[in-house]
């Protein structure tokens, strides 16, 4: 069963750059797609973006322009970059496998706060 | 962007009952519709794709209707484990979720 574990600071000040990664475990990153989805509190699940190890990554159209996407096969991880942050990125950051659309396993999320 | 209604935003059960939750679609999804269980604290579960497909290892009280802009989800004989907050996702147009219906005990 894939597990996967979100993990790096829960602190970023405005204007910085968020980044977490994601660790998956029986599971390889050789595989699917692999996405991250944050909720800020009180709002709605948001899907950030997605990436294959081959056929690269798709962002959400809202945060492309800030947003990168990565993945390194060799130590089975995934990392997301969210630059220009603002007190709106605050949120709980999941990591989760995509199968055909729909998010199959997911991480237990990461709180980000950004705050000076 | 599909926008994904949930109702109602709070629903209160006693266990032992049956409850069905509502998604509505801004446009229509096809079948392309998740149900997830998200407990506090927890990784979200899947319990329903393709509308209507159970995922591996969801017990059969779980079934999930719908397609279009319509759906929903039936949890019949509510267990003490079910109460959480439930979320509707399509996947016909990039990715978007309902804003979520909370199971909270009568």
């Known amino acids: 069963q894939v597990q996967l574990r979100e993990s790096g600071p829960g602190l970023v000040k405005p204007s910085e750059t968020l980044s977490l990664t994601c660790t998956v475990s029986?599971?390889?990153?050789?595989?699917?797609?692999w996405s991250w989805i944050r909720q800020p509190p009180g709002k709605d699940l948001e899907w950030i973006g997605y990436i294959h190890y081959r056929g690269g990554a798709n962002y959400s159209p809202s945060l492309k322009s800030r947003v990168t996407i990565s993945v390194d096969t060799s130590k089975n991880q995934f990392f997301l970059r969210l630059r220009s942050v603002t007190a709106a990125d605050t949120a709980r950051y999941y990591c989760?496998?995509?199968?055909?659309?729909?998010?199959?396993?997911w991480g237990q999320g990461a709180l980000v706060t950004v705050s000076s | 962007e599909i926008v994904m209604t949930q109702s109602p935003a709070t629903l209160s059960v006693s266990p032992g009952e049956g409850v069905t939750l509502s998604c509505r679609a801004s446009?229509?999804?096809?079948?392309?519709l998740a149900w997830y269980q998200h407990q506090p604290g927890q990784a979200p579960r899947l319990l329903i794709y393709g509308a209507s497909t159970r995922a591996t290892g969801i017990p059969a009280r779980f079934s999930g209707s719908g397609s279009g802009t319509e759906f929903t989800l039936t949890i019949s004989s509510l267990q003490s484990e079910d109460f959480a907050v439930y979320y509707c996702q399509q996947y016909d147009i990039w990715y978007t979720f309902g804003q979520g219906t909370k199971l909270e005990i009568k």
């Open positions: 446009q229509s999804v096809s079948t392309n």
């Open positions: 029986g599971g390889s990153v050789s595989t699917n797609y």
């Open positions: 989760a496998r995509e199968v055909f659309g729909y998010f199959d396993s």
